[in-house]
């Protein structure tokens, strides 16, 4: 199902390399992509020779094995690898040996030697870690796609995933009838996300249905103790380790060792991915020593038990696959240790709770914990004891982690349940000023205040400056949603003041930026700039990347307030220099730069690069603060009242198309040579409004080279006619040769 890819990538591989290992997860469909790859081969391959590994358990006959699968008897005086040899020669054959796990290096003797001796004979074998032989290409067979989170349950766009189109065969062949659409799309889709794509997953999982209620097999997905027998039953005709999930693990877990074993099930608790450093902290002990780790993760992954996460991250993330999990789960807890290791977990986590305890904006500081969100709601949801100091201290640390990612309904549970829990000052303080922002984020402004003053009130009472610090900058945040500018100020100000007295220069420069941004928002342009002037440094050369982000776009807008408009241009760009592209931080200074194409009277780019910016937005989910809001959509406003209407089609219709890479340089004004840029775009757009529908399907025939009598015949009309519309053509846009016409219509096309 699907694969037409990774067969397109095996056939260019197969053409450089005379040894290819698939590698990958047991049930993630390796052997069948090798047969289906072996069906297209062409006929130059004389003969493919397909061997199947699984049955034998030792290295001894191995030679043997693949000369009975070839026809090939013994002969006297003579090894068997001999008799493969001679046999061979120097015809061209594919040689698959499938399943070579259990015997990697008896196979890979074999297939050294009789690489080294038959110039024709390509091996394409499969394995679920690599053969390590010289020349090896090694190709990862990799899970089927699954439909993106919130696709929602349209059958055309699920269907688009070979995962989905796996399930949805199968299962029509155990219901005649079953069919997707949009009042089972969402329940089938989120089946195939819960097994990761894997094949033999999928069609287990598929195989259920007519026995069992889509949301039944949903529920025993969730249940580790139901998961596995779920899925289980495969083809009696199939291998014996593909009887079911557990069965295709088990596999693989019998060849591991017992310090291997040990690591790989205690890592079935870090549910979120873990780096080497979180892997030792969890997994070493008891058998493990530390030092190994790394090097159990490295055999780990070779063997496909753990997958490493996309992305060139430092340190590398790594996670074990769902079904993999509920195996390794079910193996912790025979072993005993699972009390052990969660223990192990939470002193982890609690750990990097010690590096963001001592920030003094917590709540702003993008900590290590970020990446751990799913193993702190892991441990929070595996911790019995719900009134423990080291619960109620991760349960802050999630709230923190869902309010950076901008999830404020995840948050806020979490924090009304501290606040209920306790009167204690010392959390209270930290609790209530985070629940302040959350607050803030949900645009509930009367009780951000109300919270804001109860942050300040405790953290007052305790006396901790740095608390304190981070209270008042909570409220200032509440009173500035608010539109209590002069108010924020008086906060910040004094902020700032306990900050500066805790010798902290980048906290104080993260308050002043603060400062700078409420002074600016109240009208006080000329004092913020002073202020930028004296931050911006610190925060540009030591701050995180958010952080100088942030003072970056302060000071960026705080020049467009000033008049300096080159200034704001060049503090924009250099925000976008340093943000993800993708993700709603780039937004910011797009949208500040269209406040400086407003204000430098150039309303196509203002309007282009708000609709860019509002689309992404509704794209991502994210909307500004309300202050920052309005001044864009005045923006916006006042281009669309000064451009005619043709123009601010173009230049909506331009912003459209804009978007990732395309939009980036647009926005910086770098676009190259071989790429249209957006003002191309829009200006396209608004000349190709000027014409009628009839002229530019004249121009578009130009473009293909037709006389007027053969674009006459085309469209029907007489010669004379097409004769008219090309004169109109050339007067409304100021193009008088044939070839410009020509040349203007095919790039419009394009463009269209």
């Not at 193996?331 to 010690?354: F, I, P, Q, Y």
Request: aromatic letters at 4%; one cysteine or more; glycine letters at 8%.
């Amino acid at each position: 199902m699907g694969r037409r890819q990774e067969l397109s990538s095996l056939r260019t591989l197969l053409r450089a390399s005379r040894l290819l290992t698939l590698t990958g997860a047991g049930g993630v469909g390796k052997t069948r992509l090798a047969l289906e790859f072996a069906k297209g081969l062409p006929e130059r391959h004389a003969r493919v020779d397909v061997v199947a590994l699984d049955s034998l358990h030792s290295g001894a006959p191995l030679a043997q094995s693949v000369a009975t699968a070839l026809g090939l008897g013994e002969r006297a005086g003579r090894s068997g690898t001999d008799v493969l040899v001679r046999a061979i020669g120097d015809t061209h054959r594919l040689l698959i040996m499938d399943n070579c796990e259990h015997l990697a290096e008896p196979c890979a003797r074999l297939a050294a030697t009789l690489l080294g001796h038959c110039p024709g004979l390509r091996i394409l074998a499969t394995s679920r870690e690599a053969l390590r032989v010289p020349g090896e290409t090694v190709f990862r067979v990799g899970e089927l796609p699954v439909p993106p989170v919130g696709t929602g349950n349209d059958p055309t766009a699920l269907l688009r995933s070979d995962a989905i189109r796996l399930f949805v065969e199968r299962a029509s062949s155990r219901a005649p009838g079953f069919a997707l659409g949009r009042d089972n799309g969402a329940t089938v889709a989120e089946i195939c996300r819960r097994l990761d794509g894997l094949t033999l997953a999928v069609e287990l999982a598929a195989r259920r249905v007519g026995a069992l209620p889509l949301g039944d097999i949903l529920a025993g997905l969730d249940d580790r103790l139901l998961q596995l027998s779920l899925l289980a039953d495969g083809n009696r005709t199939g291998p014996r380790r593909h009887d079911g999930l557990a069965a295709a693990i088990d596999w693989s877990h019998r060849l591991l060792d017992p310090e291997e074993r040990a690591v790989f099930r205690r890592l079935a608790v870090l549910v979120g991915g873990f780096d080497a450093g979180a892997a030792e902290a969890v997994c070493a002990g008891s058998g493990v020593a530390p030092h190994h780790v790394l090097r159990i993760l490295c055999a780990l992954e070779a063997k496909s038990l753990i997958v490493r996460l996309p992305g060139d991250a430092e340190p590398a993330r790594f996670r074990q696959l769902r079904a993999i999990r509920a195996y390794a789960m079910e193996r912790l807890v025979v072993s005993g240790e699972l009390h052990t290791v969660r223990r192990r977990a939470l002193t982890w986590l609690n750990g990097l709770a010690d590096v963001v305890g001592n920030e003094v904006f917590a709540d702003q500081t993008g900590g290590p914990l970020v990446a751990e969100r799913d193993n702190l709601a892991a441990a929070l949801a595996d911790t019995t004891d719900r009134d423990a100091a080291p619960y109620r201290r991760l349960s802050l640390e999630l709230a923190r982690v869902h309010y950076q990612q901008e999830q404020p309904s995840a948050a806020r549970p979490l924090l009304e349940g501290l606040l209920r829990g306790t009167d204690e000052p010392a959390p209270g303080g930290a609790v209530a000023a985070l629940a302040t922002r959350v607050a803030c984020q949900q645009a509930d402004l009367a009780q951000a205040l109300l919270l804001g003053e109860q942050a300040v009130r405790l953290e007052r009472r305790r006396g901790h400056p740095s608390g304190l610090a981070n209270a008042l900058d909570a409220r200032a945040a509440a009173r500035l949603c608010r539109g209590e500018f002069a108010a924020a100020v008086t906060d910040l100000r004094e902020c700032l003041g306990l900050v500066e007295g805790l010798g902290r220069p980048q906290d104080t420069a993260w308050c002043t930026h603060h400062l700078a941004w409420a002074l600016l928002q109240g009208g006080g342009a000329a004092e913020a700039d002073v202020l930028m002037e004296r931050c911006l440094p610190v925060l540009r050369e030591h701050a995180h990347w958010s952080r100088a982000a942030a003072a970056l776009h302060t000071a960026g807008a705080v020049r467009l307030a000033l008049g300096r408009l080159r200034s704001a241009e060049a503090l924009f760009a250099e925000v976008l220099g340093i943000v993800p592209k993708a993700s709603f931080h780039a937004l910011y200074p797009v949208e500040g730069l269209a406040l400086v194409a407003a204000e430098s009277g150039d309303m196509r780019r203002t309007l282009c690069l708000y609709e860019a910016s509002a689309q992404a937005r509704r794209r991502l989910d994210t909307e500004p603060e309300a202050p920052w809001r309005q001044r864009v959509e005045q923006a916006a406003v006042r281009a669309r009242t000064l451009l005619s209407a043709a123009a601010r089609d173009a230049a909506l219709d331009g912003g459209r198309r804009l978007h990732g890479d395309r939009l980036v340089a647009y926005a910086l004004r770098t676009e190259g040579s071989d790429r249209r840029t957006a003002t191309d775009a829009t200006a396209a757009a608004e000349d190709r409004s000027l014409l009628t529908g009839r002229e530019f399907m004249v121009a578009e025939l130009v473009s293909e080279g037709l006389t007027n009598r053969q674009i006459a015949e085309r469209l029907g009309l007489s010669p004379r006619t097409v004769a008219t519309h090309l004169d109109r053509v050339r007067d409304k846009l100021g193009l008088r040769s044939r070839t410009r016409i020509a040349l203007w219509a095919a790039s419009r096309t394009m463009d269209g």
